[in-house]
């Protein structure tokens, strides 16, 4: 390590999570992976309910090993007015503190944003929730699979002779993850740096489930408010784009994308067929679009004649844009992920060893580390209060004693 770094991008960033599941879970993971001290607060009588998600490797849910990794777990009742004091001492030497109670847990627990700035007020606090703080939907529970229909997402996913589909992984909770991890760091900018030197104080960041969806479909918005047009299901295809689609093979199927027109003239010309570049059904992008089960069909005429690897191999010497089609076990085998070092092993006292995914992005100079799975339910309770937080040793043991820690 050269005199210029300095570890992780996030280092000596003190986050409190009293989130659980996956849209905070995942959201302080990132976090964590890019260096913050990530101190998770879990119930003392119950755990996260990850922890009880399958896949299991004997009694470990490796959903909890994945989303809980480089975390410290502590346990502390919040609802007990020992256990908001608690809390309240946490927060007061912490730079963030997420939460996705249902709007209102905590004003009724006495922890609302107003007290927790009272405490410290340059405390960035992030808020996840189904519907948001505000609005008629806001006290509601609400899950990623609500989200995921009231944002136009599965009404838009699926083919167009099938009912709406919804995502095969929890992506509501995971973009709104997303959304609050680049959020967190404006906030911190803005209190840090911004304009004039930063504020020097925080603020609250309030994310919804349904949101960080809804605001992916760049251009609808604006397309229904000029023209009343509304997206509808086209399956594997692009409504603006074509041909893009997976495409059959004599073996199994591969993805292709020519979204400019130089690309799909290298696949015309990858396939020996000049005429459909020529073609006036496919002419331009627009003229593609109209035609795209035409084209869909030429194409696959086409790769069905030879293997995926064999038609992969092909387009790409021609320069199209082309790819196959994994599972996990495929990815495990490739090169480029290896090349990459996108799979990495970690011990662990419960499996012995587990390989996850590493940190996303890389970094050249400062990158973000996978340094352990998720820990055991407490497991970091007298470290922490002991030590980080300083709590007396007689205290600590009467908060043990009466089930607040």
Same mark, same amino acid.
């Given at each position: 390590?050269?005199?210029?770094?300095?570890?992780?991008?996030?280092?000596?960033?003190?986050?409190?999570?009293?989130?659980?599941?996956?849209?905070?879970?995942?959201?302080?993971?990132?976090?964590?992976?890019?260096?913050?001290?990530?101190?998770?607060?879990?119930?003392?009588?119950?755990?996260?309910?990850?922890?009880?998600?399958?896949?299991?490797?004997?009694?470990?849910?490796?959903?909890?090993?994945?989303?809980?990794?480089?975390?410290?777990?502590?346990?502390?009742?919040?609802?007990?007015?020992?256990?908001?004091?608690?809390?309240?001492?946490?927060?007061?030497?912490?730079?963030?503190?997420?939460?996705?109670?249902?709007?209102?847990?905590?004003?009724?627990?006495?922890?609302?944003?107003?007290?927790?700035?009272?405490?410290?007020?340059?405390?960035?606090?992030?808020?996840?929730?189904?519907?948001?703080?505000?609005?008629?939907?806001?006290?509601?529970?609400?899950?990623?699979?609500?989200?995921?229909?009231?944002?136009?997402?599965?009404?838009?996913?699926?083919?167009?002779?099938?009912?709406?589909?919804?995502?095969?992984?929890?992506?509501?909770?995971?973009?709104?993850?997303?959304?609050?991890?680049?959020?967190?760091?404006?906030?911190?900018?803005?209190?840090?740096?911004?304009?004039?030197?930063?504020?020097?104080?925080?603020?609250?960041?309030?994310?919804?489930?349904?949101?960080?969806?809804?605001?992916?479909?760049?251009?609808?918005?604006?397309?229904?408010?000029?023209?009343?047009?509304?997206?509808?299901?086209?399956?594997?295809?692009?409504?603006?784009?074509?041909?893009?689609?997976? #495409?059959?093979?004599?073996?199994?199927?591969?993805?292709?994308?020519?979204?400019?027109?130089?690309?799909?003239?290298?696949?015309?010309?990858?396939?020996?067929?000049?005429?459909?570049?020529?073609?006036?059904?496919?002419?331009?992008?627009?003229?593609?679009?109209?035609?795209?089960?035409?084209?869909?069909?030429?194409?696959?005429?086409?790769?069905?004649? +030879?293997?995926?690897?064999?038609?992969?191999?092909?387009?790409?010497?021609?320069?199209?844009?082309?790819?196959?089609? #994994?599972?996990?076990?495929?990815?495990?085998?490739?090169?480029? #992920?290896?090349?990459?070092?996108?799979?990495?092993?970690?011990?662990?006292?419960?499996?012995?060893?587990?390989?996850?995914?590493?940190?996303?992005?890389?970094?050249?100079?400062?990158?973000?580390?996978?340094?352990?799975?998720?820990?055991?339910?407490?497991?970091?309770?007298?470290?922490?209060?002991?030590?980080?937080?300083?709590?007396?040793?007689? +205290?600590?043991?009467?908060? +043990?004693?009466?089930?607040?820690?």
């Amino acid at each position: 390590m050269s005199d210029h770094d300095s570890g992780p991008p996030l280092s000596g960033l003190t986050v409190v999570d009293c989130s659980g599941m996956i849209s905070g879970g995942f959201a302080t993971a990132q976090l964590a992976d890019f260096g913050a001290d990530v101190v998770m607060v879990e119930h003392p009588e119950v755990g996260d309910p990850l922890r009880e998600w399958p896949p299991f490797d004997g009694d470990t849910s490796l959903k909890w090993k994945s989303i809980g990794r480089n975390k410290r777990c502590v346990t502390l009742d919040l609802s007990a007015e020992a256990g908001r004091e608690v809390l309240l001492e946490m927060v007061s030497e912490a730079d963030v503190f997420f939460e996705n109670f249902r709007p209102g847990t905590l004003e009724r627990w006495d922890l609302d944003p107003e007290t927790l700035h009272e405490h410290n007020p340059e405390l960035v606090v992030v808020r996840l929730s189904g519907y948001g703080q505000t609005g008629p939907r806001s006290e509601k529970p609400g899950f990623g699979t609500v989200a995921e229909g009231l944002s136009g997402w599965a009404h838009a996913n699926g083919f167009p002779d099938r009912e709406p589909l919804l995502p095969p992984i929890s992506l509501a909770d995971l973009m709104a993850a997303l959304f609050a991890v680049q959020s967190t760091m404006f906030a911190l900018y803005e209190r840090e740096v911004g304009e004039d030197g930063g504020s020097g104080v925080g603020q609250v960041v309030d994310v919804s489930l349904y949101e960080p969806l809804f605001r992916l479909f760049f251009g609808d918005v604006e397309a229904y408010d000029a023209l009343g047009e509304t997206r509808e299901r086209t399956g594997n295809r692009h409504p603006s784009a074509a041909p893009r689609n997976v #495409y059959e093979t004599a073996d199994g199927h591969m993805t292709l994308s020519a979204s400019s027109q130089r690309i799909f003239e290298n696949v015309a010309e990858a396939m020996d067929r000049p005429d459909l570049v020529a073609d006036p059904r496919f002419e331009t992008n627009d003229d593609r679009v109209r035609n795209a089960a035409a084209l869909d069909a030429e194409i696959e005429a086409w790769t069905r004649e +030879r293997t995926t690897e064999a038609a992969i191999e092909t387009m790409e010497a021609h320069d199209a844009i082309v790819g196959p089609v #994994y599972d996990m076990s495929d990815v495990f085998e490739d090169e480029q #992920y290896r090349a990459r070092e996108d799979v990495v092993e970690v011990d662990d006292p419960a499996l012995g060893s587990i390989r996850t995914a590493n940190t996303v992005p890389k970094f050249s100079r400062t990158p973000g580390e996978v340094r352990h799975a998720g820990p055991d339910h407490g497991q970091h309770n007298a470290g922490y209060f002991l030590e980080d937080l300083g709590l007396d040793p007689e +205290r600590y043991d009467e908060l +043990r004693e009466a089930g607040v820690i």
